[in-house]
Nanobody, 124 residues
Framework: QVQLVESGGGLVQAGGSLRLSCAAS????????MGWFRQVPGKEREFVAA????????YNADSVKGRFTISRDNAENTVYLQMNSLKPEDTAVYYC?????????????????WGQGTQVTVSS
């Protein structure tokens, strides 16, 4: 089992920044691919960003390219999502997820473990 705990969400004005963290425990984090997804009530969960086990392969949704950066620290069992130039449409609950292996990084069905989510609210 893997336990994932997100933190760093909050309320920020448009144009501001937040850094989300996801702390993992319970198994070998360094061998897992990791992803960030977000969800707004009434809508499907949306892919945000993903990173391979060694940090070399990264993927971003078109909607966040140039603004969000995913990274990981395997020594700290933590994955991060640096969010800059935030927009009101970025408002959502953000979830981190772990995948034992990848076929399609932006497909939430590829992920085996999920955190409880952290709320990000961007005011205009």
């Amino acid at each position: 089992q893997v336990q994932l705990v997100e933190s760093g969400g909050g309320l920020v004005q448009a144009g501001g920044s937040l850094r989300l963290s996801c702390a993992a425990s319970g198994r070998t984090f360094s061998s897992d691919a990791m992803g960030w997804f977000r969800q707004v009530p009434g809508k499907e969960r949306e892919f945000v960003a993903a990173i391979g086990w060694n940090g070399r392969n990264k993927y971003n949704a078109d909607s966040v390219k140039g603004r969000f950066t995913i990274s990981r620290d395997n020594a700290e069992n933590t994955v991060y999502l640096q969010m800059n130039s935030l927009k009101p449409e970025d408002t959502a609950v953000y979830y981190c997820a772990a995948a034992r292996s990848w076929g399609t990084p932006d497909d939430d069905r590829e992920y085996n473990y999920w955190g409880q989510g952290t709320q990000v609210t961007v005011s205009s």
